[in-house]
């Protein structure tokens, strides 16, 4: 017959103590303790004396002590009388040993100790405590951090005692005194706003959801002294109405001033552990007992708590969300990079310089092969060099740096090639992107426009290829045919990540962008902010300069139509659009240089948006590129593939609404093609990227076999032209628009609103 653990170690507990030992001794001395009961401030405090427990207020906990004692939870430190009952976790897989507690507190006191010696610290084992607490439904699980009560620092132990014996438990259980903080698909947490500050309860209806809310709390707490390993705190944990419940005590200072208090009349010996901050005072000294008033107890615990602000900051960290995303930085056949604090992979720590190359499909790393590996740091502020990361691909400022980045690492294979991702929070990716996009002088409100507009971006991509992925259906950004390619470039080119480090995603390069306190401050008040359609978050392109007049999105990317993404002047005036599908109108247009916020050559507003490898050239409003037959012949050819002979033509098929052509024909002695959409064509004629495929084309001369001699492109604009206009932005900012003001000019009928 399988017996409960509930009663496995009652039936420990009656064996026990009928062995009259210590534990029979000092379980009989509960019925005769003293107690004084506490009405502060509407809160049921106990006070209660009890000598036995003196070893436990009293102990020493230093490292000298620690070190030079037998650990009292391991077996050769046990008393002989002391029996064990083992189980195993199914959160970790790891061995615990239930044992009566020698020195309790409350009838049936067990202590749950890990079956090796490993220091007392909550990380990697707060599911094991979740899952005790689920298979002792009457009983309240507690734990004490190393400097906040735990009597045995150097060994990870919980202790379990009835449920109800703790005013804080009674009152967290019934609902009462409990204020929301945050709520997720895991759980909600609340702040406990009686008796001590510091305090929250966890609520989640499945293990894991409970753990990640612990996780969550625990990374927006702060460590007390930097020399402790984790943060000073209490904790009591219970499962009810199939809900686990965790009660959280975040501490400041481990024992109150009185404890060590130079006058012997002020001296009051009390520790507080998780059932002093769960409303049961114990002290082991008849003068502390009697000393013990209900005022003092309050300010005893006020003192030990954490104070407003802290929590107030914690509170603050806590409700800013902010979700992983993989950002896959750059793929070479060796890939050398070096960890700047100790990073670990598995059982494994690195700290140095490294390489990864492929063997056989896979990650070869330090002797082993690998699907996939993660390397991550537990210390703050670490970070990781990648070597020679090649950035602006294919553009005209292409070049290789080394780049520093925070987060994770993570290598995969894919295509013969080692891809080198980053494992970063979104918020922080943010910070660089707009460094990196940007010049971080630029001003506040135009910084705060383009965090919006990127988070707004990414999230949005994120949302599209799990749409993609759900669908199950095959998805092509390429129509081809003999006579037609008509292709488009976008985030689904990436299916092992969510986003690439280059300008075809966002420019992001880690650490390396210097950043300044205005960006970390934009990103601070912009928090979880981003840019809503009819309660969907929108699709928000950008570009450098749109010439003008913006494009719309179906002339760039999928035959989709964007309600926010309207073709529209770039400027106040209310002036009708002309209609630049028409040849002869984009013709004049383009020729011309009509008002718009992005007509500007204010190098004191450029120098806002453009770095320095920008400012190589500041041809973006209307520029020309002329090549030679032979220049354009070659250049078509290595660019496509496609050996079109001399070429005897180009032709504007279409136009989208700010002229820009997505469809072109080119015309050549051994073949016609036509190509689009915009990308292509400026991937086409470009050894780099054309500026914008808004142009006309004039042609020159002829060559021996009568075809052109040169080709003139003269053009406007620097990029796709849709969305927000970075220069135009600037120009709004300079003049004195607000953020979301230059957000509604470029995103028709767009709100801003707070996602998270």
């Not at 309050?298 to 107030?312: G, N």
């Not at 990317?557 to 993404?565: R, V």
């Not at 032209?721 to 900012?733: E, K, P, R, S, Y």
């Amino acid at each position: 017959m399988d017996f409960s653990l509930k009663e496995r170690i009652e039936s420990m507990f009656s064996r026990e103590l009928s062995l009259h030992g210590r534990a029979f001794v000092n379980n009989q001395a509960l019925s005769g303790m003293e107690v004084r009961e506490f009405d502060i401030d509407g809160y049921p405090a106990r006070l209660l004396y009890n000598p036995a427990r003196e070893a436990s207020v009293m102990a020493d906990i230093s490292e000298e002590t620690i070190r030079n004692r037998a650990c009292f939870l391991c077996e050769e430190g046990l008393s002989p009388e002391q029996l064990g009952t083992a189980w195993r976790s199914p959160a970790s897989g790891e061995e615990y040993i239930f044992r009566v507690n020698p020195f309790p507190i409350f009838d049936l006191h067990f202590t749950i100790s890990l079956s090796y010696h490993k220091r007392q610290q909550i990380e990697g084992h707060f599911g094991d405590m979740a899952a005790i607490a689920r298979e002792l439904p009457d009983y309240t699980i507690f734990y004490n951090g190393p400097m906040c009560g735990a009597s045995a620092p150097d060994h990870l132990h919980f202790q379990a005692v009835p449920a109800g014996n703790m005013p804080s438990e009674v009152i967290a259980r019934k609902g009462e005194h409990l204020e929301p903080v945050y709520n997720s698909i895991s759980g909600s947490i609340s702040r406990f706003s009686i008796w001590s500050g510091g305090s929250y309860l966890l609520s989640s209806s499945t293990r894991d959801g409970i753990e990640t809310l612990f996780s969550r709390l625990m990374s927006s707490a702060e460590f007390a002294d930097e020399s402790e390993w984790e943060p000073r705190l209490n904790i009591l944990s219970w499962w009810e109405s199939d809900t686990y419940s965790t009660l959280v005590f975040f501490r400041r200072e481990s024992r109150p001033a009185c404890f060590s208090a130079e006058d012997p009349k002020e001296r009051i010996l009390i520790s507080p552990a998780s059932v002093e901050m769960g409303g049961v005072a114990i002290v082991s000294s008849r003068e502390s007992f009697d000393r013990l008033t209900a005022e003092k107890l309050a300010s005893i615990i006020k003192e030990v708590s954490l104070d407003t602000l802290s929590s107030q900051i914690m509170e603050n960290k806590l409700k800013r969300t902010q979700a992983e995303l993989a950002v896959g930085i750059f793929s070479e056949k060796e890939i050398e990079f070096s960890f700047n604090a100790p990073y670990s992979a598995g059982n494994k720590s690195y700290k140095g310089d490294y390489r990864a190359t492929v063997k056989d499909g896979k990650v070869l790393f330090d002797g082993e092969l690998y699907d996939t590996i993660i390397f991550s740091s537990n210390e703050e502020n670490a970070n990781f060099t990648l070597k020679d990361v090649t950035i602006g691909v294919n553009f005209h400022w292409e070049r290789k740096e080394d780049q520093i980045f925070a987060g994770k690492l993570k290598l995969i294979v894919e295509k013969g090639r080692v891809t080198a991702i980053n494992l970063i929070g979104i918020e922080d990716y943010l910070i660089s992107v707009i460094s990196s996009e940007m010049s971080a002088t630029s001003s506040k409100q135009l910084l705060k426009a383009h965090a919006v507009i990127s988070r707004s971006w990414t999230l949005a991509q994120i949302v599209k290829n799990k749409e993609i992925t759900a669908s199950a259906q095959e998805y092509s950004t390429c129509i081809e045919t003999e006579d037609e390619l008509i292709k488009w470039y976008d985030r689904e080119d990436h299916t092992n990540f969510d986003v690439c480090a280059d300008d075809h995603c966002q420019r992001y390069q880690g650490l390396t962008r210097a950043s300044t306190e205005a960006v970390r401050e934009v990103i601070e008040e912009t928090w979880g902010e981003v840019l809503t359609y009819e309660g969907e978050i929108c699709d928000a392109r950008f570009s450098k300069s749109c010439g003008g007049v913006f494009e719309e999105f179906p002339y760039c990317w999928e035959d989709k139509e964007m309600p926010y993404l309207r073709k529209q002047l770039d400027n106040k005036s209310g002036n009708p659009i002309p209609d630049l599908t028409i040849e002869e109108n984009a013709r004049e247009w383009i020729y011309g240089s009509p008002e718009a916020f992005c007509n500007t050559t204010d190098m004191r507003i450029l120098s806002q948006v453009l770095n320095t490898y920008d400012q190589e050239t500041l041809n973006f409003y209307r520029w020309k590129e002329k090549y030679s037959q032979k220049e354009l012949s070659e250049l078509i050819k290595s660019r496509s593939g496609v050996d079109y002979g001399e070429i005897l033509d180009l032709i504007p098929v279409a136009r989208g609404t700010s002229g820009r052509i997505w469809k072109l024909k080119i015309v050549g002695s051994k073949r016609s093609r036509t190509i689009g959409k915009e990308l292509e064509i400026r991937r086409t004629l470009s050894p780099s990227h054309l500026y914008s495929s808004a142009f006309v084309v004039e042609k020159e001369g002829t060559t021996s076999s009568g075809a052109p001699a040169s080709f003139t492109l003269v053009g406007a604009g620097w990029g796709h032209g849709v969305g927000l206009c970075q220069i135009g932005a600037a120009v709004m900012g300079d003049l004195g628009y607000d953020y979301k003001e230059i957000l509604f000019h470029y995103f028709t009928g767009a709100s801003v609103d707070k996602q998270y």
